[in-house]
């Protein structure tokens, strides 16, 4: 996706060709709203023609999230993932490294890892985040995990209590469809953007269950 302006930066349309093809990428929740949503826009600004746009479809099974869904990530991309690595060996290998002294000092590199673990755990043991909220769930998250993954979980919840919910419309006696605007964040830099998605949330009033 970072290549997209040097790739598409020559359609006079670019601007609207960029947030088309961000939108059909990000804003999709399912294989299928991304499959028509790419196919209107391809249409839409007459792409059809262009080798990268094609090349990108034929392997969207590999990079668009629709299509990753049932992959657990830990959150995280690939080039995060490649990126936690090398700062997991800084400062402990580099590129004249020998096999002997990789092997000692990934030793080095775990027994630092262990020891920032611990420390960060007496930490959260002996500290507390204040509360946003006085919601038992954000009381719970800060009784059992560490001061980092506290303040992630209250950024994402913090964030929820702002969905905007419609009235619901009743499909049967006991179930409820409601439809939620979530404002997704994508992108870093210059190139960060904010879009708007709506989820379909059915609510089982008997049995207080939702999918």
Not at 95 to 118: C, D, I, P, R, W
Not at 128 to 138: A, Y
Not at 149 to 166: A, L
Request: glycine letters at 4%; a negative charge.
């Amino acid at each position: 996706m970072k290549k997209i302006p040097e790739k598409l930066n020559g359609y006079n349309a670019y601007e609207s060709i960029s947030w088309c093809m961000r939108r059909a990428v990000y804003a999709s929740l399912t294989i299928k709203q991304f499959e028509d949503a790419w196919d209107v826009f391809i249409k839409k600004y007459e792409l059809q023609s262009n080798t990268w746009l094609e090349g990108l479809y034929l392997e969207r099974k590999w990079w668009v999230p629709a299509y990753l869904n049932d992959v657990f990530w830990v959150g995280m991309s690939s080039t995060q993932r490649s990126e936690n690595i090398n700062a997991y060996f800084d400062g402990y290998v580099h590129s004249k490294t020998t096999l002997k002294q990789f092997v000692g000092q990934y030793e080095n590199a775990l027994g630092n890892k262990v020891e920032s673990e611990n420390q960060a755990d007496v930490k959260s043991w002996y500290t507390f985040i204040p509360l946003m909220t006085k919601d038992e769930l954000e009381k719970r998250f800060q009784s059992v995990y560490t001061h980092a993954k506290v303040k992630e979980f209250q950024k994402q919840f913090f964030d929820k209590i702002h969905y905007f919910c419609d009235k619901p419309a009743k499909v049967d006696g006991i179930v409820f469809e409601h439809e939620i605007n979530e404002w997704v964040t994508y992108g870093e830099g210059e190139e960060k953007k904010r879009i708007q998605v709506l989820f379909t949330v059915d609510f089982n009033a008997e049995t207080n269950e939702t999918h």
